[in-house]
């Protein structure tokens, strides 16, 4: 059976969604103490310059997938980096075969997760899937990680662009080369890779305390625009402190979601630094801690330092 299609004006946005939703995610998945973020490198900053071990200088910039303009207004420093680059490379550059491919990815051929919910989680979940606009034959279709995907969106800020799209339609203006940082298939095996009762549970969670979720979007948003990529991970403490049952199935998303496609980045980002002249936008969280991006290639022989944005 295929999977149903979304309303008139969202298709050519699903991937794209997609891509605003990811961080969130990790608010509602990582459960890390206090103590070990304030360990962790690279706590503070967004935006590095980059220089390979052959002398060759590119930049990163973390990006905050949410749509709102105060993310979307590209800084003077992002945007003359931007201009003085020979290429630009973002996680994922969506067309329709893509969208059209991680719609069937989302959807069971069989309506199946009321039954792996249980009645009464499914209601919640159901109740929030048909506030997002999922259609009613569709919301008991949705893989568990495809619905808090979908739970975990937040409403657009008016007039708000996410940055990503920012970033794309700049370098489409001034006529830049935009490669890809993953497939959407490798994408969605990232999702995938995540073990069903882990996203069950993290779903369960979503469902239940939907209010918590929404609460955290402002201070994730400030946090970024702080540079502080330690307080992103710290901010859901208080969503999950009252629940340890939430550790294994966080350091399952965290292993699937997030430190396996850093690795990926890595290894598609060192040819591209190696020539030079690149300028790669990615979600901010992808450059924290001692198993991202930036200590990653540190590792490899880069030299990273941070930038005023």
Known sequence: ????EPKAGRR?????????LIPLLFVVAALLASGRLM???????????????????????GTLHAPDSRLSRLSPPVLAAMKASA???TELVGDDVSAHRFRRAMMMREPKLPEILGS????RVESL???SGVSNRA?????????????????PAEGGASMDEAVLARARDEGKPVRSLESIDEQIASFEGVPQDSQVQLLRHAGRFPQLMRASVEPLIQAYLAGNLSEMFRINESVIDDAPELERPNADFLGSVLYSRNLRFVERLEPLLREGGLFAAFGALHLFGERGVLSLLERRGYRVRRVDR
């Open 1 to 4: 059976m295929n999977a149903p």
């Open 12 to 20: 050519d946005q699903c991937t794209m969604a997609v891509r605003r």
């Open 39 to 61: 360990a962790e490198p690279y706590a503070q900053g967004v935006f590095w310059l980059v220089q390979a071990p052959n002398g060759a200088r590119s930049h990163l910039l």
């Open 87 to 89: 290429q630009v490379a």
């Open 120 to 123: 009464e989680d499914f209601a």
């Open 129 to 131: 899937l048909a506030r």
């Open 139 to 155: 919301r008991a279709r949705m893989k568990p990680w495809a619905a808090l995907l979908v739970i975990a969106q937040p409403p």
